[in-house]
């Protein structure tokens, strides 16, 4: 891993929208970056995140909270486009990559964890995270996610 001081000032990157498929088996292409989530114990993955300019805070499914060791605290009521749902909160430090190269020092990042592993298949990086630390750019004809770093926008 590169060292902190290395990565102070982000680097900007631009990086292609990731195939998916929904549970009914259509494909979407979407603003999705690769990132290492890791937690406050130091237990870290690597997974790919959906970049989403309207949800206000971050989200990590269950299943990587429970990968990453996080204990599961107070409930909560989140918001969505789908109606309210309960969450537990907690901390991980999140780092953007491309390549598996690290574009950023990690970050601490609050998350919301649904109680139902159903309401989220991947984790969303929200306005709380990756839009504090880059300008962000969604180029939907050319369907890439551009990383912008602060001053040169």
């Given at each position: 891993m590169a060292s902190r001081k290395h990565l102070r000032k982000p680097a900007g990157f631009r990086q292609k929208y990731s195939g998916w498929f929904s549970d009914k088996g259509r494909f979407f292409r979407l603003p999705m970056l690769s990132v290492r989530l890791i937690s406050p114990s130091g237990r870290s993955l690597i997974t790919n995140a959906l970049v989403d300019s309207g949800a206000t805070v971050s989200f990590l499914p269950p299943d990587l909270a429970g990968a990453l060791g996080l204990l599961r605290k107070k409930k909560e009521v989140s918001y969505g486009a789908g109606g309210s749902f309960s969450v537990w909160?907690?901390?991980?430090?999140?780092?953007?990559?491309?390549?598996?190269r690290a574009m950023s020092a990690p970050e601490r990042v609050?998350?919301?964890?649904?109680y139902s592993g159903r309401c989220i298949p991947y984790a969303v990086l929200g306005r709380d995270s990756v839009f504090l630390l880059y300008n962000v750019m969604f180029r939907e004809r050319a369907q890439t996610i551009e990383l912008i770093s602060p001053g040169k926008s």
């Amino acid at each position: 891993m590169a060292s902190r001081k290395h990565l102070r000032k982000p680097a900007g990157f631009r990086q292609k929208y990731s195939g998916w498929f929904s549970d009914k088996g259509r494909f979407f292409r979407l603003p999705m970056l690769s990132v290492r989530l890791i937690s406050p114990s130091g237990r870290s993955l690597i997974t790919n995140a959906l970049v989403d300019s309207g949800a206000t805070v971050s989200f990590l499914p269950p299943d990587l909270a429970g990968a990453l060791g996080l204990l599961r605290k107070k409930k909560e009521v989140s918001y969505g486009a789908g109606g309210s749902f309960s969450v537990w909160s907690s901390t991980v430090s999140i780092q953007y990559l491309k390549k598996g190269r690290a574009m950023s020092a990690p970050e601490r990042v609050e998350v919301r964890v649904p109680y139902s592993g159903r309401c989220i298949p991947y984790a969303v990086l929200g306005r709380d995270s990756v839009f504090l630390l880059y300008n962000v750019m969604f180029r939907e004809r050319a369907q890439t996610i551009e990383l912008i770093s602060p001053g040169k926008s």
